[in-house]
Nanobody, 127 residues
């Protein structure tokens, strides 16, 4: 089991940047898929970016080339660098983790149904 805690949210203007951090603690000795998800008001939670145990990444089309997911020097920190933010990026951003298999992620993780979740941090982008 792991615990996740996000930080770094806030309010920025259209075109601004933010960097989110997620501290991962607990049983980090096994491979995990890690990712960032977001939920806008009145909408379902959606996948933003995922990093697999081997380091490969995937992004939602809406954030490609603007957002970048990375892990710290240890497995205990996850980051999301968000550039050129737009009002549509507004929402609660949560980091999540799920056990991996053979270096891959279960389908439930891509579908925002991973096992472990942080409480989320608010990101607001104004025009």
């Amino acid at each position: 089991q792991v615990q996740l805690m996000e930080s770094g949210g806030g309010s920025v203007q259209d075109g601004g940047s933010l960097r989110l951090s997620c501290k991962v603690s607990g049983n980090t000795g096994i491979p995990y898929c890690l990712g960032w998800f977001r939920q806008a008001p009145g909408k379902q939670r959606e996948r933003v970016a995922i990093v697999r145990p081997g380091g490969t990444t995937s992004y939602a089309d809406s954030v490609k080339d603007r957002f970048f997911i990375s892990r710290g020097d240890t497995v205990n920190t996850l980051y999301l660098q968000m550039n050129n933010l737009k009002p549509d990026d507004t929402g609660v951003y949560s980091c999540a983790a799920d056990e991996a298999f053979s270096g891959g992620c279960y389908g439930r993780f891509y579908d925002s149904r991973g096992k472990y979740w942080g409480q989320g941090t608010q990101v607001t982008v104004s025009s």
